[in-house]
């Protein structure tokens, strides 16, 4: 052999001292590497990429999970405008008594939209709530009764302060653009056990559509078929019924012809899996044509389901976003995996018709409050009633808190992606439970602090999914909902 050819290791290897030194290291870890399995301190947890087996031409047919689930469905409410933990859920007496004082170590703080000004108590008055005590504020009243049924998450904490890149890492891991959202991942991971209605809806507030739009719920680079349907009670899926000079008859003759041609053509291309997924969003199309006419109709609640959600009410943008939560629950009624409901609208400008109280947020969350609570209370009690808590894995959400100060020279508190709640409630996660927190004034998350990748990671965990399997292969990259981070919060699950 031309010694020239050996590589520097390989050389050293022919060095008897050399030799013996790096085979007795070898030996030495080997040893090692047995007396830690031994003991249990290997982590033998397979992480090896899972991407489910799907049919093509059935995408949404319900999936196995390698792991043991403790619900089979999701529902995440959203307020969109980043809602203020400290008038809400966040309750720090510190604040209270330090009222209209300059917070500790603040000098020069500049926040998203500026200067602060002095720390500013809760603006609803807290109280203690069901048997756990909770400390909610009255802003919520009617989701404060249900304390006892919440997990929350006091010390959660988001990448950037600004609502666009913060809305889409809620919804999708990720502050850029071009990601799925967490409903596709899931509808992805799971399909449905509905198979005449979407796997995945998402319900835009009456008043339009979050900051981020359809991001909340685009597929983005995994199949399209696992892309959200957006409809609410007031605006249903367009285009699904016949023109009016089309008979019953000749449409379902040409569906019918359709169908043969199609299924002619896959004879002949078999295993062409774009063509099955086209026939199969034909069939849904089909199927959602009575289907989708049917959950969307309300009136066949009976009034007292109707008076609890508010439909009745004269504010017309708390009946609208009640219709929403009735909505809802008649989705996840019929089966659909992922219902997305948000509370809140950036059409009408900056905390008109949303959470983003900078100005004036006295007068702005008096309005938006009852609009939320009456509802999103009643859809809460009327999953538990009916049992479907018992299944069902409900996140309250918001892509960031506020600040515990005022803006200076402003009645509003600024964004504070440091620390903020969420929620979760039903199958899974303990009741009537705190974990993590913020400081004495609820500014930065300071105790268990919790990454929105923790979050995802923990939702994934009770659907029965390893988040650091659960992947999608993409431009040389093993994709996740939750990058290269996140950890399960172990100490909410039930």
């Not at 990429?49 to 999701?74: C, K, L, M």
């Not at 709640?421 to 303990?430: E, Y």
């Not at 988040?467 to 093993?478: D, K, M, V």
């Amino acid at each position: 052999m031309d010694a020239s050819t050996i590589t520097s290791a390989g050389r050293s290897l022919l060095d008897r001292r050399a030799f013996l030194r790096h085979t007795s290291a070898g030996l030495s870890n080997i040893a090692l590497a047995s007396l830690l399995g031994q003991q249990g301190k290997l982590n033998a947890e397979d992480v090896t990429p899972w991407r489910p087996q799907i049919d093509p031409s059935h995408p949404h047919a319900p999936r196995a999970t390698p792991g043991i689930p403790s619900a089979r469905q999701v529902l995440v409410i959203f307020c969109s405008g980043a809602m203020s933990h400290v008038d809400t859920f966040d309750y720090k007496p510190e604040l209270v008594k330090r009222h209209d004082t300059p917070m500790p170590g603040s000098d020069g703080l500049i926040t998203f939209q500026g200067a602060q000004g002095n720390l500013i108590k809760p603006l609803w008055e807290f109280k203690p709530r069901g048997q756990s005590g909770k400390m909610i504020s009255d802003l919520v009243p009617n989701l404060a009764e249900l304390a006892d049924d919440m997990c929350f998450i006091h010390s959660m904490t988001a990448k950037s302060n600004t609502h666009g890149p913060a809305e889409n890492q809620m919804s999708t891991g990720y502050i850029l653009d071009g990601f799925p959202a967490m409903g596709s991942w899931f509808t992805y991971a799971l399909g449905s056990e509905c198979q005449d209605l979407p796997a995945f809806v998402a319900i835009p507030d009456p008043r339009g559509v979050p900051q981020s739009g359809p991001n909340h719920w685009n597929s983005a680079f995994l199949p399209a078929v696992f892309q959200g349907t957006a409809f609410n009670a007031d605006k249903p899926i367009p285009h699904l019924q016949r023109p009016a000079s089309i008979s019953e008859r000749d449409d379902r003759a040409a569906r019918d012809f359709i169908k043969r041609m199609n299924v002619a053509h896959l004879e002949q291309n078999p295993g062409d899996t774009d063509l099955m997924a086209r026939i199969a969003s034909y069939e849904m199309a089909a199927k959602m044509q009575l289907a989708a006419a049917d959950v969307s109709n309300l009136s066949s609640e009976n009034a007292a389901t109707q008076e609890a959600y508010g439909l009745n009410d004269s504010n017309t943008n708390k009946a609208g976003f009640g219709r929403n939560c009735l909505l809802a629950r008649r989705l996840l009624e019929r089966g659909v995996r992922f219902v997305q409901l948000f509370n809140g609208s950036y059409a009408m400008g900056e905390g008109v018709g949303n959470w983003d109280g900078h100005k004036k947020i006295a007068d702005q969350y008096a309005v938006h409050g009852p609009i939320l609570d009456q509802p999103a209370a009643a859809l809460l009690k009327d999953l538990k009633q009916r049992g479907m808590l018992q299944d069902t894995l409900v996140a309250f959400v918001t892509e960031f808190g506020r600040m515990p100060t005022f803006q200076k020279g402003a009645n509003g508190r600024d964004h504070n992606p440091a620390g903020f709640t969420v929620w979760l409630a039903g199958a899974g996660v303990k009741a009537g439970y705190s974990h993590g927190a913020t400081d004495d004034f609820g500014h930065k998350a300071q105790e268990n602090i919790a990454t929105i990748y923790d979050l995802h990671a923990t939702m994934l965990h009770i659907l029965g999914i390893n988040h650091q399997r659960l992947s999608y292969y993409h431009n040389g990259i093993e994709r996740r909902l939750t990058d290269v981070h996140g950890h399960v919060i172990e100490s909410i699950l039930a």
